[in-house]
Nanobody, 131 residues
């Protein structure tokens, strides 16, 4: 059974730097393009970041560029999202998703992954930025 399990969410003060984890079971994440998405209250889910299978190409939404980093650890079968300088606008449920191979480049995952469809989704982890 394929599972993506996100963790690391919670209450974070503005300016905080949490790290989210996306741990996979039942599949080898190294064979997948992996993306992080988020959904703020009352808003549609949006792409945040993605990383390719090969060449470690990364893509970021403009709202998080230079603040977030996506990191792949194939030995741990896990992809991380390191978040810095969090703002209230970063509040939301964060989801990871995986798409087999390189058919959807990271930039496309960020911009169109939600509508084009990813092969597997996690259940999400809530990040609340508040003082």
């Amino acid at each position: 059974q394929v599972q993506l399990v996100e963790s690391g969410g919670g209450l974070v003060h503005p300016g905080g730097s949490p790290r989210l984890s996306c741990a996979a079971s039942g599949l080898k994440l190294a064979d997948y393009t992996v993306g992080w998405f988020r959904q703020a209250p009352g808003k549609e889910r949006e792409g945040v970041s993605a990383i390719s299978v090969t060449d470690l190409i990364e893509a970021y939404a403009d709202a998080v560029k230079d603040r977030f980093s996506i990191i792949r650890d194939n030995l741990q079968n896990t992809v991380y999202l390191e978040m810095n300088s969090l703002q209230s606008e970063d509040t939301g449920v964060y989801y990871c998703a995986a798409n087999k191979g390189d058919s959807m480049p990271p930039r496309v995952v960020v911009e169109r992954g939600r509508e084009y469809g990813m092969d597997h989704w996690g259940q999400g982890t809530l990040v609340t930025v508040s003082s």
